[in-house]
Structures are given as structure tokens and as C-alpha cells.
């Protein structure tokens, strides 16, 4: 059972607009969720994460919103870069211990 | 270079074959990880250890996929007489226990069984 969706497999964004990525989860137990940036022929490489008690962190120019209530989340890019393309995957943690991960969504910025 | 390490990068073998993955975390992570992820699809988790310990294993992970952890550093993942469907990458992860879980990957090992 997928408890992590990442309904939109890609978007294309102007360079300097915002991406808006988002994700819905079904497990109420998640605590933490995170976003993974990965290029091809590379791992996944941590973004940016949120804790379950929070609805906002940021960090530059990634902030990501957490709405519990609708088990929603998403990521804001902003202003979008180049080198921002790349596929993005939500994931969420219950124990402590294994990630389960959307599908991902491709992103493609256009000059 | 003091990230995930995975060797080999790639491997190609025959159906019915054995393959073995190994991967060194980042040194003082005390947990590791193993995924599996399809073309397509999120990493799905299989395995992790804690030191040397391994606590969970998911039911992907059937009898003939095994993983240890000696001492608590390396960790290997062997696939015994492997099969097309396997084919896919394996990613290994490593953590500090507790907090947020950010795991950190490797780049992986592409498996192709033909």
C-alpha cells in the first residue's frame, strides 16, 4: 500500500517563478516528513525536513508546508533555478527508523 | 570523500546467478539502510541495521536476500539465485538514530539480471 503519493510525476517552471511540489501521505503516525533531491546517477540527497508538530520550515530558498489535518504537504522553490531540475521525492518516517517515499515528480526549469 | 560509498556502481548477471552489494556508511552513523527502487517508483525500504543488529526486514526482502553488518561498520546485501524481477537499483542509507531520521544515500548499485 503506497502511504506516500506524489500525484504529479512532473512539472516545468519557468527559471526565477516558484515550484510548488506537493504530497499526500494516509499514515496519522508519520512524524517526520522530508524531501530528497536526486540527479541521475546519483543517491538521493536530503532537502529539507518537518516535524509533525510544526506546519512551516524553511531554509532558503526551500520551504515546506505541512497541513496535518488534510495529510498534505508540500515544497516551495523560490525563485527556481537551472540547476534546480531534478526529480524531488517526498518521504515520511513513522518509527524512527524506514522512509516510505512517493513516486517522485520530475522537475524541469526553463530558461 | 566521507559520504555513503556502494560497490560495485553497476552489475550485470546471468538469471540464477549470486550477487553481493556492499556499502560503508558514513563512520559514525550507527544505522544503515537498504532500498530498492524500480523504475519509476520512490526507494522502497528492505532492511536496516542498528550497529550491528539487524532490526526490521521488510517483506520485499524474501529468503534469498540476505544482509549483514559485521561489527557494526560495512554492511553487504547478497542475492542468491537471482531472478529478472530483481533487477533494479539497490541504495544504501545511513543515519544517527533518532531526531528528524535524515538518512543519507549512496549512489547505488544498478543490478540487471538477464
Known amino acids: 500500500d503506497q502511504q506516500v503519493k506524489q500525484n504529479s510525476p512532473s512539472l516545468s517552471v519557468q527559471e526565477g517563478r516558484i515550484s510548488i511540489l506537493n504530497c499526500d501521505y494516509t499514515n496519522s503516525m508519520f512524524d517526520y516528513f522530508l524531501w530528497y533531491k536526486k540527479y541521475p546517477a546519483e543517491g538521493p540527497t536530503f532537502l529539507i525536513s518537518?516535524?509533525?508538530?510544526?506546519d512551516k520550515n524553511e531554509d532558503g530558498r526551500f520551504t515546506v508546508f505541512l497541513n496535518k489535518s488534510a495529510k498534505h504537504l508540500s515544497l516551495h522553490i523560490v525563485p527556481s533555478q537551472p540547476g534546480d531540475s531534478a526529480v524531488y521525492f517526498c518521504a515520511a518516517s513513522a518509527e524512527d527508523y524506514k522512509l516510505s517515499f512517493g513516486a517522485g515528480t520530475t522537475v524541469t526549469v526553463r530558461a | 570523500d566521507t559520504g555513503v560509498s556502494q560497490d560495485p556502481r553497476h552489475k550485470i548477471t546471468k538469471r540464477g546467478q549470486n550477487v553481493t552489494f556492499r556499502c560503508d556508511p558514513i563512520?559514525?552513523?550507527?544505522?544503515l539502510y537498504w532500498y530498492r527502487q524500480t523504475l519509476g517508483q520512490g526507494p522502497e525500504f528492505l532492511t536496516y541495521f542498528q550497529n550491528e543488529a539487524q532490526l526490521e526486514k521488510s517483506r520485499l526482502l524474501s529468503d534469498r536476500f540476505s544482509a549483514e553488518r559485521p561489527k557494526g561498520s560495512f554492511s553487504t546485501l547478497e542475492i542468491q539465485r537471482t531472478e529478472q524481477g530483481d533487477s533494479a537499483m539497490y541504495l544504501c542509507?545511513?543515519?544517527?538514530?533518532?531526531?528528524?531520521?535524515?538518512?543519507?544515500f549512496g549512489a547505488g548499485t544498478r543490478l540487471s539480471v538477464l
Open positions: 518537518i516535524s509533525s508538530i510544526k
Open positions: 563512520s559514525e552513523h550507527n544505522r
Open positions: 542509507a545511513s543515519s544517527l538514530a533518532g531526531g528528524a531520521n535524515i538518512q543519507y
